[in-house]
């Protein structure tokens, strides 16, 4: 089994190393990533109904989508991931324990006392420490977790706080569970790179037939591109999202406005809006405008911005406006 850990602390770039290695190769592999600031989703979410997007934008969080499915996942340069490919032509071995048995050994041979829960995820103290997902291509299976060693749980939590009520799809929707960060437990002050340095070699020396060996120059140029034209593109991380429609309500001038969106593939085809009162007919009118715009903040702000009707209101806070428009 060929082990490594990334330089890289960028999620698009790790996420497209675990697609290229499952697709472009037969070997077995073992590999630890840490990621800057991030919130992941699974394959099939909606990641607007997801994210709390404000506080996502107003704290530089990034967004990224997996290859696997499951429910929405925070990084941080305090969470270690770990990821193996292995080839599984018996289909019988492809479940979680099998897989992810080498990181709950390796976490008890530092004195904790992890195990799985029916989620398969780890538990310690009955507390979540790691969320686990898995992909299966052709004969290849990916099995892939996080593992919460001191990350920011207030940024946790803050960066996940769903909108279920607002969106209706078919999308699979994430399941909150309690959870707290391994450096709470250990017995030794480590830094995460010593405790990344131990899980590491702890599979490392209990895996038969592994090695070290880093990406080359060839496979790094490969996963570039890959991160580029899919794990960065707002196609991937947005459009992806299954068909959904977004709805809301709220009282300009006290007056009653209802809101609905017909979102597919990321962009809005329909707008129905019941409002009676026809002083609001410029923000109904500026609303209306928005059909065939992808449902982006970014997109809808620069969108209204260019509005001259709104702009003549000194009084409308568009940035503001544009927030009701996903959560």
Known sequence: MRCFISNSSTPSFNLATEEYFLKNSSDDFFILYVNESCVV????????????????IENRIKVARRISGGGAVFHDLSNLNFCFIQNCENREKINFQYFISPILESLNSLGLDVSFSGRNDLILKST???GNAMHIYK??????????????LHQLSNSLINNYKLFTDRSIKSVKSKVTNIS???????????????????????T????????????KKNIYELSESKFESWNWIYGYSPRYSFENEFS?????????L???KGI????????????????????????????????????????????????????????KLFQ
Do not use: W
């Not at 990916?142 to 001191?150: C, E, K, S, W």
């Not at 707008?271 to 405008?289: G, H, M, P, Q, R």
């Open 139 to 152: 004969n290849r299976v990916l099995a892939h977790g996080t593992l919460l060693f001191d990350t920011n």
């Open 41 to 56: 989703v699974g394959k099939h979410q909606n990641v607007l109904s997801e994210i709390n997007l404000r506080y996502i």
């Open 262 to 264: 017909i979102v597919e």
């Open 208 to 219: 038969s037939g592994s090695y070290i060996k880093s990406i080359d120059e060839t496979e």
């Open 268 to 323: 809005i085809q329909d707008i129905i809006i019941k409002c009676t009162d026809t002083t609001l007919n410029y923000l109904k009118n500026a609303i209306e405008n928005l059909k065939y715009c992808r449902h982006s903040y970014q997109d809808i702000y620069l969108n209204l911005t260019n509005n001259v009707e709104l702009n003549s209101r000194s009084n409308f806070n568009i940035s503001e406006f544009c927030f």
């Open 252 to 260: 300009p001038n006290n007056s009653p406005f209802n809101l609905k």
């Open 184 to 206: 709470n437990f250990l017995y030794e002050t480590k830094t995460m790179e010593t405790f990344t340095a131990d899980i590491f070699q702890y599979v490392l020396r209990n």
């Open 128 to 130: 979540k420490i790691s």
